[in-house]
């Protein structure tokens, strides 16, 4: 056992402490606890394993003034690196004994608590602070590259995301925060970062607005932006979900951001409208997503865009002007109603159980196909064909595969149509049929009483 490099017992979950004699075996190299007991510890002596190159679901703890994170120093080697459970460390002045700054090899850093809150708010403002104080003296080294920080529950970030030390994270390539209860704004630091590539923020309910300090450079040492540099230079990703409160998205056409941005995701908010900085910097902008938006009526005016999805958008009315635009993917959208400018329409994919209708605006599209998911009295009227009230609707389209549920079966009935050479393939008629056979039985099991 003396040689061995690999430990792994996540998802261990009575597992609540590694033994005493773990600290013997000075060639292990890789440790993996995540999901293991919340009370998980670690003995004293783990610093020396100093081979240790990879060590995700560390657990901080304090036993008296000994604290677990005191352990880490030492670790020189190390590459992967994930904290759990750091609401247990009482004293912040602690964490400073981790010496993360000094890690020179060290790649990936998760920072994680478990949760604090109670209805998505902390209730205790002294944990608050605390929690600030801890993550402000686990400073990463300059050379990471992925960050993960989860249940975070300060009301600011610590202060190396933040413009004036930002320089901390100048190798950063992904960035990926969750569940920040408390947060009341997003950190002003990450439009400085030149190699962040990828953005993740999820479940923010604290943020109402986003401001022109996370969007703008300013230049050091002053309170006047930069118009020579774009913000977010290299950020190809970006996605923000569940900032339920979100109501404003400060970008002003003057703000360079965002040039080779090239996929945006957006859930959970109630914007009203997108910012018009963003289709206006952001032309590299090919995938857009918007899932869930409150208030948001209209999107327009995207050059760059070929693939568009709204998804659950209770007020979005209009889209237009997406001139190159090749797939788009409206989903359970009730008060759309206008659909132009999209001269290159390649797919239309509609998804909605409820209408019994096609929209009026099928008439002034022509996309060569129409995938469409429906209500079973919609299939049956297309089923019909030139006979049917939706014939102009859809007869100019190339291929249609269109379904309707029963039950369970999302995709149960079904009609194929293609325009040239005609050909329009069903099982509703089978089903029309059937349900004829059944009533007649019925009328004669009737009459025989």
């Not at 369970?408 to 325009?419: G, P």
Request: aromatic letters at 8%; a negative charge; charged letters at 25%.
């Amino acid at each position: 056992m003396k040689f061995l490099q690999l430990i792994d017992v996540r998802s261990c979950r009575n597992l609540t402490k590694l033994p005493d004699s773990i600290v013997k075996l000075e060639h292990l190299r890789y440790i993996n606890m995540n999901e293991t007991s919340k009370d998980a510890t670690i003995p004293r002596g783990f610093g020396g394993l100093t081979n240790m190159r990879i060590l995700y679901g560390f657990p901080a703890h304090m036993h008296s003034k000994w604290c677990s994170l005191e352990e880490l120093g030492p670790l020189c080697e190390l590459r992967k690196l994930g904290l759990n459970n750091l609401e247990n460390v009482y004293d912040p002045s602690s964490a400073t004994m981790a010496r993360l700054c000094e890690k020179v090899h060290l790649t990936d850093l998760i920072l994680r608590c478990s949760s604090r809150t109670d209805d998505g708010l902390v209730k205790d403002q002294e944990e608050e602070r605390k929690i600030v104080e801890l993550y402000d003296k686990l400073c990463p080294p300059p050379c990471l590259d992925f960050l993960a920080i989860e249940g975070y529950f300060g009301q600011w970030f610590p202060s190396w995301m933040m413009s004036t030390s930002a320089v901390v994270l100048e190798s950063l390539k992904t960035l990926w925060m969750n569940n920040l209860a408390s947060c009341t704004q997003l950190p002003d630091g990450l439009c400085e970062l030149p190699y962040l590539q990828n953005i993740h923020i999820g479940h923010a309910p604290a943020i109402k607005r986003v401001g022109p300090d996370f969007m703008q450079l300013y230049h050091h040492g002053s309170h006047h932006p930069s118009r020579a540099m774009a913000a977010f230079p290299r950020l190809n990703k970006l996605v923000l979900e569940g900032m339920v409160e979100w109501e404003e998205w400060e970008w002003e056409e003057q703000v360079k951001a965002m040039p080779v941005l090239e996929e945006l995701e957006v859930k959970d908010y109630k914007l009203r409208h997108v910012p018009p900085g963003l289709s206006f910097h952001a032309r590299a902008l090919r995938k857009l997503s918007t899932k869930n938006i409150q208030h948001l009526s209209s999107l327009e005016n995207f050059a760059s865009i070929v693939d568009l999805e709204v998804s659950q958008n209770p007020d979005l009315e209009r889209i237009s002007n997406f001139p190159i635009l090749q797939k788009l993917s409206i989903i359970m959208c009730p008060k759309m109603k206008v659909l132009e400018g999209v001269p290159l329409l390649r797919t239309l994919v509609l998804k909605d159980y409820v209408v019994e209708a096609l929209p009026e605006y099928m008439r002034d599209v022509n996309p060569r196909q129409l995938n469409l998911d429906c209500s079973l009295a919609l299939l049956t009227s297309i089923s019909m064909g030139q006979s049917g009230p939706e014939w102009a609707k859809f007869s100019h389209v190339e291929r249609i595969k269109a379904y309707a549920q029963e039950a369970d079966n999302e995709r149960n009935w079904y009609v194929l149509y293609t325009r040239e050479p005609y050909s329009l393939e069903t099982n509703i008629l089978l089903r029309l049929q059937s349900t004829k056979r059944n009533m007649a039985y019925k009328q004669e099991q009737g009459q025989e009483k």
